[in-house]
Each structure stands twice: as C-alpha cells, then as structure tokens.
C-alpha cells in the first residue's frame, strides 16, 4: 500500500496542474465519468471520502454532488503504472453520476464497421 503523500509525488501531472481521473463503480466495474483533479482536490478527496474535482470552467475545486446530492464515496482509489491517470472507485449516491441525469456520462454509442476478412 502507498501512503497518501507518496502517491502524490508519484503522479504526474500536465502543464496546468491537472490529472484525469475516472470514476468506476466499485460494485459492476461501469465507467460512471471522467473529471480532472489537481493536488487540492486529490488532497480534499483523501480526507473526506468523497470525491473533488477540479473543474476547468469554473477554475475552482467542486465536490461532486455538492448541489445535486449525487455524492460519490470513495471505496479504493488507484493511479496507473504511468502516474498520469487515477481511477477512483466509488459508490455513486443516487446512482447518477453525469450532469445530464444519466447514470454514467458514457452513453453515447458509435456504430464500429469493421472491414470483413
């Protein structure tokens, strides 16, 4: 297991401060979204439990399901063998997790045609 501080040290991060982070229910494996973390709010989500954000729009750190009361609680929280991407594991209140009321924010399907062989 890495210590708090470690992990951070470990990952990296772009020239704006900022890391991907996906969230995936720990419970059935679905991608529920994507959202970008810095320092601060990897920081915050370690001391509560609960997921922050950074959000690129608003130039501040949000807590998701501050307004909407979709909370995410963090179970387990990794980073990839790269350091650039961390996915956290969470259990989504409310079960919606996208701003548009969806479940996951990954519900836009492309039709793949792969060429016969």
């Known amino acids: 297991m890495i210590l708090p501080s470690e992990m951070i040290r470990n990952l990296k991060f772009n020239s704006q401060g900022l890391i991907p982070a996906i969230a ?10 994507m959202a970008w973390m810095n320092a601060e709010s990897i920081q915050k989500t370690l001391a509560t439990g609960e997921a922050h954000y950074w959000s690129r729009s608003r ?3 949000w807590h998701k399901g501050a307004t909407s009361g979709h909370i995410q609680k963090v179970k387990e929280l ?3 063998c790269d350091g650039d991407t961390i996915l956290i594991k969470i259990e989504q209140i ?8 969806a479940r996951s924010c990954f519900f836009n399907a492309v039709e793949i045609l792969f060429p016969q062989t």
């Open 94 to 101: 409310g079960d919606i997790a996208c701003h548009t009321g």
């Open 24 to 33: 995936q229910d720990y419970r059935d494996g679905t991608i529920l979204m």
């Open 78 to 80: 990794f980073y990839d």
């Open 59 to 61: 130039s501040e750190l």
